[in-house]
């Protein structure tokens, strides 16, 4: 067989919805596409032509597919934002699907829904927003809202399970996660649009969604609460610098701070194709425009903030939530709270043993509590 690139025949062409997965069996292709940063199955024949769409039980997140050619049979698990991995069986000669396996939740879901939204960010671009929430939830602008964001390294934030969140769900709480340009929710166009010297866009994405949160009366600037880690961390840190008059509280964790020096540190060098680098002067104006360590205005209140960190965090180093705590504690309003959380014998986060996890969300929502006034 002759491989060579001119000898390729194109069988399915390129689409606006990105390819996550493809299995073949029985002369047909299964592919689960993101669509609008959820998983979608179809059947594709060997010549290209659309078969079905397998329809789906649920808005959530395809792990993993895994294929019994014999049986003529796919496997799938998949989660959401309500549910831990469910076990699907599929049989493709049919078009028959099957809950195989099932997790028991020891906590009712059914009193709570995952609704997906669309809004305008500052330059007219359709973000996407999932909203998870009390299905009896009254629009009264007074409901207390987690908005989650992470926003970079073509990073996709589709459904997922958090137990935690079942807790926040169950106070009457919001949980929104916004689809930010610097992910892959809509392949390496999304991503570009929010890297280097499109930085900025995805701040202005997350902006925008506590806008809509509050326009749409979900919420108020007292009850909206912003979460991020890692990367997520430089974002919910620039967005409290760029408008402290919008949140009630800042949940910090393991952040990127200091966006003039951050390549200087353990493995910071290897981010630079995403963030830039002060040291060319090309990068450095944007570095420095939005650079949360550089940013924080004398005297200027801002919301409450609690910043996590851990001790033996090798990817990014404890010093970014330092300085960043030692600069607003210098610089801040007085009135300006600042909890510093530092974990021991801990690191960015993965592998971190359950009971520190529910340690600290055991923390964040007695932040969230007492400054969201629950």
């Known amino acids: 067989m002759n491989q060579k690139r001119e000898n390729w025949v194109e069988v399915i062409p390129e689409q606006e919805d990105v390819i996550d997965f493809i299995k073949a069996i029985d002369d047909e292709f299964i592919i689960a596409y993101l669509h609008d940063a959820h998983h979608q199955l179809h059947v ?16 959530g997140s395809i792990t993993d597919i895994q294929v019994n050619k014999e049986d003529k049979v796919i496997y799938f698990g998949m989660t959401s934002f309500l549910s831990p991995t469910t076990i699907y069986q599929y049989n493709v000669q049919t078009d028959q699907l099957n809950v195989l396996e099932k997790a028991q939740l020891l906590v009712e879901t059914d009193a709570f829904e995952t609704i997906q939204v669309f809004y305008s960010s500052k330059d007219g671009t359709k973000i996407p927003m999932f909203v998870t929430k009390p299905k009896d ?10 908005l989650y964001g992470y926003g970079g390294f073509n990073i996709s934030l589709t459904p997922a399970f958090n137990p935690a969140i079942l807790r926040w769900l169950e106070k009457g709480g919001v949980y929104a996660v916004a689809n930010l340009r610097g992910g892959n929710e809509y392949g390496e166009d999304w991503h570009k649009d929010g890297i280097l010297e499109n930085k900025q866009n995805v701040f202005d994405d997350f902006i925008a969604a506590g806008e809509w949160l509050i326009e749409n009366n979900y ?11 890692s990367n997520g961390g430089l974002l919910v840190a620039a967005c409290m610098v760029q408008r402290p008059d919008l949140f009630g509280a800042v949940i910090c964790r393991v952040p990127v701070i200091d966006m003039l020096r951050y390549h200087k540190f353990t493995i910071g060098r290897y981010w630079i194709p995403e963030f830039g680098s002060a040291e060319n002067p090309e990068h450095f104006p944007f570095l420095y425009a939005y650079s949360p360590l550089h940013n924080v205005q004398d005297g200027e209140q801002y919301p409450p903030v609690l910043i996590a960190t851990a001790e033996s965090d090798d990817r990014v180093v404890p010093g970014h939530a330092l300085k960043f705590a030692a600069t607003l504690n210098e610089k801040a309003d007085p009135n300006t709270r600042v909890v510093l959380r530092l974990e ?31």
């Open 137 to 146: 939830l009254s629009l009264n602008g007074e409901n207390p809202v987690i």
């Open 219 to 229: 919420t108020n600037e007292n009850k909206l609460s912003i979460m991020g880690g």
């Open 344 to 374: 021991e014998k801990a690191g960015h986060g993965h592998g971190k043993p359950i009971s520190k996890i529910i340690d600290e969300w055991v923390d964040f929502f007695a932040f969230l509590d007492k400054e969201l006034s629950m």
């Open 44 to 59: 594709y024949n060997k010549t290209g032509e659309h078969v079905r769409r397998i329809k789906l039980l649920e808005i």
